[in-house]
């Protein structure tokens, strides 16, 4: 009775996102995984464990630090939620996609493949996103879509995710002829939130708040020129507000499931932030906020290893973590100032 009682009360969610792995190829300046101390698959088997609580859920996202093609199951997890009719797709270093594994991407009508870039040229892109390659990376994608034409398939959309710097924002503009080029549907840029070397920190436009409107004047410029274009070009604000706002990892509609099965509100809380102490201990991850140093607050709600995700979506402690979070939610000023230790040092609060 259990059983059914939880997937009739599956959470109602935007997506869920399901880190797949934590194991990389590449080691990008900006990027905590090369730190990581567990780096490793979800098996299989962990992952059917969501499958019977996705049934109000419109978009498994199968991403958290690592790249999602290194792990051999990947394929079968995409079928497990194509045969419950959810839309899946997950975000690449690009590296991976020859054309055995374009073809069952392909064939699987995977709906979403999101590329990452940190630039559109190989000085910019390979300089800040060691380990790849922007010429491979562009010559895969360009083997996607000849054989998205061969097979006359729409499968899957083609996103780039685009890290914006401040060495990086004037190679932006040639990004919406890029799209045109290799049949992208949609570019969404994020900021520099999460620092962890302080030699990034001038990388971070939050730190050059003088200089927001000839950001905001760029990104306005590009955001028109993809308008005519027909492309979606999505951007947060350049410089995160001082005031704390709405945390926009839409915590209140969606969760995300670690490598390990912990069920937590985003990437930036999840207990895969740990680094190696020594060789049988670790400790959190630190990263910049406000000009210091501060420690990761791994947060977890529960783990699909013996809890159901429904289950751990209802707890009453769950709830109110998401209560503090949601904008319609009446709460009492000195309420929504009373962060939990996770979220009080993020700047996606803020963005």
């Known amino acids: 009775m259990t059983k059914i009682l939880d997937r009739l009360g599956s959470p109602e969610l935007d997506w869920i996102q399901v880190e797949v792995t934590s194991r990389c190829n590449a080691a990008c ?3 905590p995984q090369p730190l990581l101390y567990k780096k490793e698959h979800m098996p299989l088997e962990l992952f059917k464990n969501l499958i019977p609580f996705l049934g109000y859920t419109n978009l498994v996202y199968l991403q958290g630090w690592g790249e999602p093609l290194l792990n051999p199951d990947l394929f079968a997890m995409i079928r497990l939620c194509k045969e419950k009719g959810k839309r ?11 054309k055995k594994t374009v073809l069952k991407l392909v064939d699987l009508e995977t709906d979403i493949i999101s ?10 892109h390979n300089r800040i996103r060691k380990g790849t390659d922007f010429t491979k990376v562009i010559e895969n994608l360009e083997l996607l879509q000849r054989i998205k034409l061969q097979k006359r398939t729409p499968f899957p959309d083609l996103h780039f995710a685009y890290l914006m710097l401040v060495s990086n924002l004037h190679e932006l503009k040639g990004a919406v002829e890029m799209c045109k080029r290799l049949g992208a549907k949609q570019i969404v840029c994020s900021n ?10 001038p990388e971070a436009f939050f730190v050059r708040e003088e200089e927001r409107k000839r950001f905001t004047s760029v990104l306005d410029e590009i955001a028109e020129e993809a308008r005519r274009e027909n492309l979606l070009f999505a951007f947060p604000n350049p410089v995160p507000q001082k005031q704390p ?10 969760c995300v499931v670690s490598v390990t099965g912990e069920v937590s509100p985003c990437v930036f809380t999840s207990p895969t932030l740990l680094q190696a102490d020594s060789l049988t201990r670790c400790k959190p991850l630190s990263h910049i906020y406000q000009n210091i140093f501060v420690p990761c607050y791994p947060l977890s709600f529960g783990n699909i290893t013996n809890e159901s995700l429904t289950g ?3 707890k009453k402690k769950y709830q109110r973590f998401r ?4 904008p319609d939610a009446t709460i009492p000023d000195t309420g929504r100032m009373s962060l939990p230790q996770s979220c009080a040092s993020c700047y996606k609060k803020e963005a």
């Not at 899946?88 to 020859?98: E, S």
């Not at 945390?247 to 969606?254: A, P």
């Open 115 to 124: 590329v990452s870039l940190a630039g559109i040229t190989p000085e910019t």
């Open 323 to 326: 209560k503090i979070h949601d």
């Open 192 to 201: 520099l939130t999460f620092i962890i070397d302080e030699a990034l920190c």
């Open 29 to 31: 300046s900006y990027c």
């Open 88 to 98: 899946v797709g997950f975000t690449t270093n690009g590296m991976l996609l020859n």
């Open 312 to 314: 751990i979506w209802n």
């Open 245 to 254: 706002a709405n945390c926009s990892e839409n915590i209140c509609s969606s």
